[in-house]
């Protein structure tokens, strides 16, 4: 069973989603993906995007989830950060140029699939000793919002 769980830790809103499948390593499948929020004029930014490798299909379900999260507590969007790496380089990219946001140059670091087989793993041990909010029902909303921006159909 999908679970998507939000917590603010560390002065960010994180979102792990749980897919309820294990990854071939045995651990568990999911996205996790957080931002900042917006301080003065300076905007909320997406600092983290991770993704096991059973589970990237749902990484637009994640963002959608995040982003209306931040429409929904700030009234804005936060922009995707430079720190990127070559799995979300593209993404940024394509999603900055559809929001009017200064896309990214290049990918900066070099991490990969098994960074996100350990915070996804971390994540998912570390919240079932904490309360999070359940948003499990923004799953499918947060899909159909990137496809709406995608679209050109949603109202920012």
């Not at 995707?80 to 790496?85: A, E, F, I, K, Q």
């Not at 900066?108 to 971390?122: I, K, P, Q, R």
Request: glycine share 10%; net charge neutral.
């Amino acid at each position: 069973m999908r679970t998507l769980k939000h917590i603010f830790a560390n002065g960010e809103h994180n979102f792990i989603l749980e897919t309820g499948e294990k990854t071939a390593l045995g651990t568990p499948a999911g996205v996790w993906a957080s931002y900042t929020p917006p301080k003065g004029k300076n905007p909320g930014v997406v600092m983290m995007l991770y993704s096991t490798k059973e589970s990237r299909t749902y990484v637009p379900h994640v963002l959608g989830a995040l982003g209306l999260h931040s429409l929904r507590t700030y009234g804005e969007m936060p922009e995707g950060s430079h720190n990127l790496s070559p799995h979300s380089f593209g993404i940024q990219q394509r999603l900055a140029n559809l929001l009017g946001q200064l896309p990214a140059d290049s990918a900066v670091n070099h991490e990969n699939w098994f960074n996100s087989l350990n915070y996804v793993n971390a994540w998912s041990k570390g919240l079932q000793s904490v309360p999070c909010e359940d948003l499990t029902y923004d799953i499918d909303n947060g899909k159909q919002f990137v496809l709406d921006v995608v679209s050109g159909r949603a109202v920012l």
